[in-house]
């Protein structure tokens, strides 16, 4: 593990974070020598399912292969 004094670390704190994240190493901050933090990255995020999202949540109201009530009530106002 990549250790950093913690003066370096404040002067640094963006760059050092973006290479933990890039990297995915991590890195101890250290104050006269002894470990003050770590710095790590963190757990990979599940990834979030978009096919099929909806998958048995909608609902049939009616028959839409014989809605011929509905088709001739359209035509006939349409007239």
């Known amino acids: 593990m990549k250790e950093i004094p913690i003066s370096k670390f404040k002067a640094t704190c963006l760059a050092v974070l973006e290479?933990?994240?890039?990297?995915?190493?991590?890195?101890?901050?250290?104050?006269?020598?002894?470990?003050?933090?770590?710095?790590?990255?963190?757990?990979?995020?599940?990834?979030?399912?978009?096919?099929?999202?909806?998958?048995?949540?909608?609902?049939?109201?009616?028959?839409?292969v014989h809605a011929t009530p509905w088709l001739e009530a359209d035509r006939n106002r349409r007239k």
Do not use: C, S, W, Y
């Open 19 to 64: 290479n933990v994240r890039k990297t995915r190493r991590p890195v101890r901050v250290t104050r006269f020598g002894k470990p003050v933090a770590e710095v790590i990255p963190p757990a990979p995020q599940a990834q979030k399912q978009i096919l099929g999202f909806m998958a048995g949540r909608g609902k049939i109201h009616g028959d839409i």
